[in-house]
């Protein structure tokens, strides 16, 4: 085999290394998927509880936009999912991997915001008030584990494989 078919690291070939990295994607996802489905799922309830009209509008607005900001992490981290099915057989699977990690880097921002306001909200209701240091708390602890300790392991880690 040709070297340029070859990659340095492992010793794969690129449509090897797409089918690798499509599985591990698929295995990553399942995980976001699952968890960001419960939580939308039990956001859609939320306004068919009694409850829900006394509401103040400030707390209204929090929750639609929670459900919204779950709508779309959604849609992004099955996206990948749909791609597959709509793609395969027509040898793009480089390209496809390529494009389902953005979607599912776009759910996980999208999961984050969810989280965020879904956060807020809660704490806004069980307070009457919020503790607006424990919310930003949770984010930097959500950013934390995960971006900053992904990225600052990539960049002390890598070898420049491009994975």
């Given at each position: 085999m040709s070297q340029e078919g070859r990659?340095?690291?492992?010793?794969?070939?690129?449509?090897?290394?797409?089918?690798?990295?499509?599985?591990e994607l698929i295995q990553e996802v399942r995980?976001?998927?699952?968890?960001?489905?419960?939580?939308?799922?039990?956001?859609?309830?939320?306004?068919?509880?009694?409850?829900?009209?006394d509401l103040v509008p400030t707390d209204q607005v929090i929750y639609i936009v929670t459900v919204v900001l779950?709508?779309?992490?959604?849609?992004?981290?099955?996206?990948?999912?749909s791609l597959h099915r709509l793609v395969s057989g027509r040898r793009v699977k480089p390209q496809a991997v390529r494009l389902a990690s953005r979607m599912t880097l776009v759910g996980l921002a999208l999961l984050?915001?969810?989280?965020?306001?879904?956060?807020l909200l809660i704490l806004r209701v069980a307070t009457h008030g919020y503790v607006p240091w424990l919310v930003v708390a949770v984010v930097a602890w959500y950013l934390?584990?995960?971006?900053?300790?992904?990225l600052w392991a990539r960049r002390a880690y890598s070898r420049g494989s491009g994975d």
């Open positions: 990659r340095t690291g492992r010793d794969e070939t690129d449509d090897e290394r797409a089918d690798r990295m499509w599985v995980v976001a998927q699952t968890g960001v489905q419960i939580l939308f799922g039990f956001l859609l309830t939320v306004a068919f509880q009694p409850k829900y009209a779950g709508a779309c992490a959604t849609g992004a981290l099955i996206g990948p999912v984050l915001a969810t989280m965020t306001s879904s956060l934390t584990c995960w971006y900053i300790l992904p």
